[in-house]
């Protein structure tokens, strides 16, 4: 019996029908989605977060909260506020910095930037901090999965911070992102889902995960006590390839250009050996406009102590002023 071209048509239909709900199940396509059976957090609204604020010690002219909310799954992230009282905040900065750094470093970066009327959110990510210990952090990051699931889980951690900081007089709605090397794997992200995030600063980030598994234990002869992301990764093939479909989706390179018509400020250094000229160069080409491309005569921390930190934060801060609109000649 012959087939009807009809019967064809429909089989034809149920079949990429199948197929679309078959790649939103199992995540693929070229949406970056992570698989549904993965163990990392998805940010949805509308949750109870109940906020607590504990008064720390000020730091200079900034009045310093510890702050927790309940994240996604009802874990309480710790947060610390840092709140200029010389003038009035008119924004708010959420900054991350690299793999391991708590909520409390670079106590001299939210005093700079208060000067400019920033008010800054920092978070612990998870298993650093208040909510693990460095070998904690750096056992989770020994597969793919583990490394994987502290970007993505902090993703979501920080949506539901952008939950709270819209109910603080201090943000007025008005909130920006800065983050360095792990930190900036984790903006990326978070400004290409949200555009409550209204400017980006994004340091030491390349374009692939492929490229930052490969060159890290080469950079860890250079820089002292670099976390080593997957190990094996750089001298087995095998767990290269797995590596690189697991990490992939979260590629910054295909996420970066999500951030348009946002501003975007990338920044590297142009000794850096974790990302090196090639991959910077890789990632600005994958940005859309408005962006900014900064580079400086330095290695992988735009922070470190040396000729280019007083130039960088000076480029920061200007991005920052003309992107959140505020009053502060510089």
């Not at 949750?47 to 002219?61: I, M």
């Amino acid at each position: 019996m012959r087939d009807h071209p009809a019967r064809h048509g429909l089989a034809m239909v149920a079949l990429l029908v199948g197929c679309a709900w078959a790649l939103l199940a199992c995540g693929g396509g070229d949406d970056g989605q992570p698989q549904r059976a993965d163990k990392v957090l998805h940010y949805r609204s509308g949750l109870h977060l109940k906020p607590k604020r504990t008064p720390r010690p000020n730091e200079g002219s900034l009045r310093i909260e510890k702050v927790t909310y309940s994240s996604v799954d009802g874990k309480r992230v710790p947060a610390l506020f840092a709140i200029p009282t010389v003038s009035e905040p008119l924004a708010c900065l959420i900054y991350q910095g690299g793999f391991g750094a708590t909520k409390e470093a670079l106590p001299e970066l939210r005093r700079g930037l208060a000067d400019a009327r920033l008010a800054t959110f920092t978070i612990d990510p998870r298993n650093v901090g208040d909510r693990g210990s460095a070998e904690e952090a750096a056992s989770a990051i020994v597969t793919p999965e583990g490394l994987r699931a502290m970007i993505v889980d902090t993703v979501a951690d920080l949506r539901v911070a952008l939950d709270y900081l819209g109910r603080r007089p201090e943000c007025k709605k008005n909130i920006g992102y800065l983050g360095s090397s792990f930190g900036a794997y984790v903006g990326v992200l978070l400004a290409a889902q949200d555009a409550r995030i209204k400017g980006t600063v994004l340091a030491g980030m390349g374009a692939t995960y492929e490229q930052l598994l490969l060159v890290r234990p080469l950079a860890a002869k250079e820089i002292e006590n670099l976390p080593d992301y997957v190990p094996q990764a750089a001298s087995d093939p095998k767990v290269l390839r797995r590596s690189v479909r697991i990490l992939s989706p979260y590629d910054p390179e295909k996420w970066i250009s999500r951030i348009s018509p946002r501003p975007v400020m990338l920044l590297n250094g142009r000794y850096d050996p974790v990302v090196l000229p090639g991959d910077a160069m890789q990632i600005a080409a994958a940005a859309e406009t408005p962006r900014t491309i900064s580079y400086y005569n330095g290695g992988h921390d735009p922070f470190a102590r040396g000729p280019a930190l007083t130039s960088n934060l000076i480029r920061i801060a200007r991005f920052l002023v003309t992107t959140l609109n505020l009053p502060y000649p510089i």
